[in-house]
Every structure is written in structure tokens, then in C-alpha cells.
């Protein structure tokens, strides 16, 4: 069983920065690919950044340069550092995990999935 629980959401300003924590439960959780994704109400879930097994990262266009994906193995954690940020970024975000050595960029591929945190930015 396999369980994930995002926290670190919120409220904040344009220019702003959070971070979002993602506390994994599983056997081996350094095998499993992870990923970050984020939806709107009536739109589909999109990948903002994914982290492999063996730590190589993709992050989607609209946050590259802005935002930053890591894992800590150990704490068996996931999070994601959003600075600069833009009231584009308005979004549930999801924390996602697929026991997989390659990081796929669609929501349909993965397994396993947090509830959400909700982070609004306004300006």
C-alpha cells in the first residue's frame, strides 16, 4: 500500500515563494519515480515536474528556472521549491508515484496519487 500526503500549500503574493511537501509511505521508496502535478477546476491534470529514480528531473516550460522539484530518500519525501511565482500558478497541486525507472509526463501513467493542496497566488 502506498500512500502520499502533500502538505505546504496556501496563500501568497505574486513574486512569492512556497514549498510543497509530499510524505510518502512505501516499501522502497527510492525506486519509485515521482512527479508533481497541478489542475484547475474544469481543466486537465498537467505535469509541472517529475524526478526519476535516479534523481534525473524534467520540469514542464512554464516553471522551469522558477520552481524546483527534489526527494529526500531517506525522509522518504517528496517537495517542490516554487519561487517567482505568478497567479498562472493558481492550482490544486498533486504529488504522484510510479514504481517505475522512467518519469512519464502524463497523469494517466501514474498509480498512485496525494488528495491535493491548493496553492492561489494573487497579485
Known amino acids: 500500500q502506498v500512500q502520499l500526503v502533500e502538505s505546504g500549500g496556501g496563500s501568497e503574493h505574486a513574486g512569492g515563494s512556497l514549498r510543497l511537501s509530499c510524505a510518502v509511505s512505501?516499501?522502497?521508496?527510492?525506486?519509485?519515480?515521482m512527479a508533481w502535478f497541478r489542475q484547475a477546476p474544469g481543466k486537465e491534470r498537467e505535469g509541472v515536474a517529475t524526478?526519476?529514480?535516479?534523481?534525473?528531473?524534467y520540469y514542464a516550460d512554464s516553471v522551469k528556472g522558477r520552481f524546483t522539484i527534489s526527494r529526500d530518500n531517506a525522509k522518504e519525501t517528496l517537495y517542490l521549491q516554487m519561487d517567482s511565482l505568478k497567479t498562472e500558478d493558481t492550482d490544486m497541486y498533486y504529488c504522484?508515484?510510479?514504481?517505475?525507472?522512467?518519469?512519464?509526463?502524463?497523469?494517466?501513467?501514474?498509480?498512485?496519487w496525494g488528495q491535493g493542496t491548493q496553492v492561489t497566488v494573487s497579485s
Open positions: 504522484a508515484a510510479l514504481w517505475s525507472s522512467a518519469c512519464p509526463q502524463t497523469a494517466s501513467a501514474y498509480k498512485y
Open positions: 512505501a516499501y522502497d521508496y527510492s525506486g519509485y519515480c
Open positions: 524526478i526519476r529514480r535516479d534523481s534525473r528531473i
